[in-house]
């Protein structure tokens, strides 16, 4: 059974960082395809950053130049760093598969508030 547990959220200025962390537990389970995402209230769940499976990675416009994903395939864990932080990034971050993300996968999530 694959369980993954974000952790690193908290309330930040705006402009300042953060770093997220997803610990990835589950036989056979890998972090070779994942992502980032956020979820606000009122609005869907959206990807903030993804490892493409040619070994890149993908950001959306809104977050590029200010996030960066990263993972440690010895410890099964998936990172966020998160610079110049705005107030719009405020929302409950989840890792998970990506593309293709698993209902089941969802975990409880780590909240980023960000002040203006």
């Known amino acids: 059974q694959v369980q993954l547990v974000e952790s690193g959220g908290g309330l930040v200025q705006a402009g300042g960082s953060l770093r997220l962390s997803c610990a990835a537990s589950?036989?056979?389970?890998?972090?070779?395809?994942m992502g980032w995402y956020r979820q606000v209230p009122g609005k869907q769940r959206e990807l903030v950053a993804g490892?493409?499976?040619?070994?890149?990675?993908y950001y959306p416009d809104s977050v590029k130049a200010r996030f960066t994903i990263s993972r440690d395939r010895a410890k099964n864990t998936v990172s966020l760093e998160m610079n110049s932080l705005k107030p719009e990034d405020t929302g409950v971050y989840y890792c998970?598969?990506?593309?293709?993300?698993?209902?089941?996968?969802w975990g409880q999530g780590t909240q980023v508030t960000v002040s203006s």
């Open positions: 490892f493409t499976r040619g070994g890149g990675t």
């Open positions: 589950g036989s056979g389970f890998r972090v070779d395809s």
């Open positions: 998970n598969l990506w593309p293709g993300p698993r209902s089941t996968y």
